[in-house]
């Protein structure tokens, strides 16, 4: 079968910007796909490329086997796309907006109401369909907005930021959703900055700089050798005053990288460096695993020393 | 699409302030104001001769119905105070022995003083007080006999050359622009701070079915507006329809058409609703000035009549008034109604060419 999504070499530029620099990957069907960066590094350009929506300038894209620059009318037909930014009609009801939507997308009236009744009852909208867009909550705004990018059964649903700014208990609602939505086969392409989310993918791609820096499931990036090079282990240390102790061994030899997580703190030391080296009182101090976000900026560092190389000579 | 484009005019009661108020305040204000036609010049006299004879020729002065004698002036010192302070636009000075001059036989000047800071009064009080003592002349030398030369003036098609008859005509096809180009031009650039154009553009539609969605309602709520302000200008102002209005609204469909198409132009252009708000402001201007709205295009320098012919505005307001005022019919009017038709479909290809790559 062939890949829900597949991208060679894509890239997208904005006049002599570069925004998507040769982007490869592949999404199977029915996988949740995590895409993550910075600010900035290309996820929304990406998506819209593939769409169709902004042209290659190189490289090439397919989504559900279609063209992306030949056959982006087959493709809109079959995927839904839920924007970075709400963008559904604040002045329009939250049924209105759906109805709109429905009527845009083709249906007619009897699977319109049908699908509007599954979806109200599927994301529980039920009790806000006649307020207005613009007056819903984040969380609620969200829901409708993904109502709304289902209406057509879409195969395959590209999510940008979907959870931004919403609580952690509509957070936590939207991504049940979207497992409901991979379960019954439905492709997803989400974007996020949130490292819990990320580890909820089935697999993940890193985009710095409009560069695709890594690609595969959470497991295997963290585990990429870059993340803990050789020589250098992960610790953490327990202690009553995390930021005190950040700054009494930030900088000392043999330290690479330190940040806090909540009541602890974790760093990236030299081998042959000790507690005592540190400061530290050994019975605080845990060997630690490294995270995705730690894979995600040693990927960046690299690719940074990398550019600068490369200016350098 | 165009179902919901009706929800948010009327959800939006700022655009409907804008559609349908503003227009219909505008007409009355201006209708009201604009009358070039020069009536009731506030005069003062000075008439230091004080005969029957000086009095008469103050009296056939305010008979023209141009002069109202607003001072009645001891001096001339108090006459020029009149005139500088504004209280009077024009002054009469009648010296002491015009009565004996006149009677004698002699030529009698009288003083006119015109203040010249507005030119249309100024004209207009040079011109009637030179007739009044043309006929004030000419009734001394000849007596009861008939006048060799007469003219017989009459005007056609707008007997009383009323302001309101020339204006409102032209005023009803301005505002029905701005409130098109206007509509079009918000909505459109709405969508797009919205970011609605963008998930627009993620669904099969068409760009040119989201364009026909939108133009639609707007097409009819222009036209619509149109026929309102017909309806005000006929209860209003009573300026009386001579043709048929139905032959002006066939006219009117391009001219409405291209102004929609300008609109959807203005919203590839502009970032926000600000900035396509003047941007469509921008537009209406040369209308209004090279159109022949206020300016007769005949009295324009070649280039500008030009200029003033390559707008739509123009060849509406020149059927309207074809056919409110002097009855006009389609026989007379086809060759506006096909320019019209012409530029709009200049007008709505540039839009079409312009705005799917502005919706990316
Ligand atoms: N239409 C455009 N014209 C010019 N530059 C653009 C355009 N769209 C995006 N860019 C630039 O391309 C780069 C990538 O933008 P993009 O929106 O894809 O980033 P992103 O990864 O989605 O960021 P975020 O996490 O903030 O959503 C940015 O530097 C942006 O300024
Ligand atoms: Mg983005």
Redesign the interface.
């Known amino acids: 079968m062939t890949p829900a999504l597949e991208a060679r070499g894509a890239t997208v530029r904005f006049g002599r910007f570069t925004a998507v620099d040769g982007a490869s990957l592949s999404v199977g069907r029915g996988e949740v796909f995590g895409l993550l960066g910075p600010n900035g590094s290309g996820k929304t350009t990406l998506i819209r490329a593939l769409c169709g929506l902004v042209p290659l300038a190189a490289g090439e894209a397919s989504v559900l086997g279609e063209d992306a620059r030949r056959r982006p009318e087959r493709i809109r037909q079959s995927i839904g796309y839920m924007s970075q930014k709400f963008s559904l009609y604040p002045d329009l009801t939250a049924g209105e907006n759906m109805e709109f939507y429905a009527g845009i997308y083709g249906l007619g009236p009897a699977e319109a109401r049908e699908r509007r009744e599954e979806l109200e009852a599927l994301v529980g909208l039920g009790p806000y369909a006649d307020r207005r867009a613009g007056r819903l909550s984040g969380g609620w705004k969200q829901r409708l907005a993904l109502a709304c990018a289902l209406l057509h059964r879409p195969r395959l649903v590209f999510l940008d930021e979907p959870t931004a700014g919403i609580d952690p208990v509509a957070r936590r609602e939207v991504w049940n959703l979207l497992f409901r939505l991979s379960a019954d086969g439905i492709t997803l392409f989400v974007t996020t900055h949130y490292m819990d989310e990320a580890e909820r993918c089935d697999r993940l791609g890193y985009i710095y700089m409009g560069r695709m820096l890594a690609l595969g499931r959470p497991a295997d990036l963290r585990a990429l050798p870059g993340v803990t090079p050789p020589g250098t282990r992960r610790i953490k240390v327990k202690g009553e005053d995390a930021s005190a102790l950040l700054a009494s061994i930030r900088g000392r030899p043999g330290v690479r990288e330190a940040t806090i997580y909540g009541q602890s703190l974790r760093a990236l030391v030299d081998e042959g460096v000790g507690p005592a080296d540190l400061g530290l009182d050994p019975s605080r101090v845990r060997p630690a695993e490294a995270d995705i976000e730690d894979a995600f900026i040693s990927l960046s560092r690299a690719e940074e020393a990398r550019r600068a190389a490369e200016r350098a000579p | 699409?165009a179902r919901?484009e009706l929800?948010?005019v009327l959800?939006?009661p700022t655009t409907l302030f804008v559609a349908l108020f503003i227009p219909v305040l505008q007409l009355v204000l201006l209708g009201y104001a604009i009358d070039t036609n020069v009536r009731h010049i506030r005069t003062a006299v000075l008439d230091e001769a004080r005969t029957q004879e000086s009095r008469a020729l103050v009296r056939s002065f305010e008979n023209t119905g141009d002069f109202d004698v607003a001072v009645l002036a001891a001096d001339e010192e108090e006459l020029h105070r009149a005139l500088v302070s504004g209280r009077a636009r024009v002054g009469i000075r009648i010296p002491e022995d015009w009565s004996r001059r006149l009677l004698s036989g002699d030529p009698a000047p009288f003083l006119l003083l015109v203040d010249g800071s507005e030119s249309a009064v100024a004209g207009q009080a040079l011109g009637t007080a030179n007739a009044v003592a043309l006929r004030e002349s000419l009734a001394r030398l000849l007596g009861d006999r008939p006048l060799p030369v007469e003219v017989r003036p009459r005007v056609l098609f707008n007997p009383d050359t009323r302001s309101a008859n020339f204006f409102v005509p032209g005023l009803m096809v301005v505002l029905t622009q701005i409130m098109a180009v206007m509509l079009t031009a918000t909505s459109v650039v709405r969508e797009k701070e919205?970011?609605?154009l963008?998930?627009?553009?993620?669904?099969?539609?068409?760009p040119g079915e989201i364009v026909a969605g939108k133009a639609i309602p707007y097409l009819f709520l222009a036209v619509g507006e149109f026929c309102a302000i017909a309806a005000i200008m006929v209860g209003v102002f009573r300026v009386p329809i001579h043709g048929s209005f139905g032959t002006l609204l066939l006219v009117a469909l391009p001219f409405v058409t291209a102004m929609l198409a300008v609109g959807l132009l203005v919203s590839t252009l502009a970032a926000t609703r600000e900035g396509a708000m003047q941007m469509a402001m921008g537009t209406v201007i040369p209308s209004i000035f090279l159109s022949g709205y206020v300016f007769p295009l005949d009295s324009m320098p070649a280039p500008f009549r030009a200029l003033g012919y390559c707008l739509p505005t123009t060849w509406l307001i020149d059927a309207s008034r074809g056919v409110i005022l002097r009855g006009a019919g389609w026989a007379e009017l086809w060759p506006n109604a096909a320019v019209l038709s012409g530029m709009a479909a200049l007008v709505l290809l540039l839009a079409a060419l312009r705005f799917p790559r502005s919706a990316?």
Request: proline share 5%.
């Open positions: 699409m919901k929800l948010h959800r939006d919205q970011g609605t963008e998930q627009l553009a993620m669904t099969p539609a068409r990316a």
